[in-house]
């Protein structure tokens, strides 16, 4: 056990014995949350990286003729604010479906509309519709998508997800203070005798107050321990039970290394925030003493 020597009897303080698991569950659902936000952050930059400035062009199966498909993306490289259009081949089609549809036969008669994958210009701006109207004359039943539309969508759901998540953050942090306000009012409570004799001996606010401050620090410590090594668990099954999902759309489950040491900030501001909580309520109660 992590200890201190301290020259208050905190082991008769019965309020102190539920901050650890208090402090240890905020910490794990404070793991969890900045892991979540962390992982649907790294999604939103995926998504912008690999569909921003994307269209996806796409010919119904019966129309897919080699000619009718170089017309189509000759039409595209013509129209200004494009800057390029691949014709995806069969392969290429099939490994686009694969995440919904899974692994696909070659021999299997599945009609698949041929996809012309563009790439338009930074900043560039047109008019889907006209586009669309355009292209339909080379070959009835062609579909533009643009990615633009729906991206910006996702990302707004994926921001408020985001949001939610710090919020959450920020009501565990009140409930950690609440705790440690409870814990240190209720040691001033039972110490109250030993305390005013130390004021008569001499001792000043401010070493009465770093008595509580260590205690809490040494609290805030073996909640923070028990509940980084709960989130880290629970991260590790998670990534574990998702390393055979492979969904396009979806956050990545599994944090990189780089993101790892993130969770650290977790325990430490739950032991910083332990401390100074219960400074701060020692401070102003002592200050309203006679």
Known sequence: MIRFRADLPFERDQATRFVPWIVALMVFLGALALAATTAVGGAIDRWD?????????????DKAGPKTLTRLAETLTETPGIAQAEILSDEATRALVEPWLGVLDSDLE???????????EAGAVFDVNLLTDKLTKIAPGVI?????????QLIR???TVEWVAFAILGL?????????????RS??????????????MGARDAYIARQFQMQAMMLGIRGGIIGSAAAII????????SAGIDVALLPSAPLSLAQW????????????????TARVTVLRALAGMP
């Open 144 to 152: 533009v998508d643009d990615h633009r539309v729906w991206l910006q």
């Open 187 to 200: 040691g001033l409570a039972v110490h109250a005798a030993i305390i005013n004799l130390l004021h008569v």
């Open 234 to 241: 629970v991260l590790i099954l998670l990534a574990t039970m």
């Open 49 to 61: 990286n690999n569909l921003s400035g994307r269209i996806t062009v796409q010919v119904p199966a």
């Open 110 to 120: 599945l009609p698949l509309p041929a996809v012309i994958d563009v790439e338009t």
């Open 261 to 276: 040491p993130l969770l650290i900030i977790v325990p430490i501001a739950a032991v910083v925030i332990a401390m100074a």
């Open 157 to 159: 759901v994926a921001r």
């Open 172 to 184: 565990i942090g009140l409930t950690a203070i609440a705790a440690v306000i409870f814990a240190t």
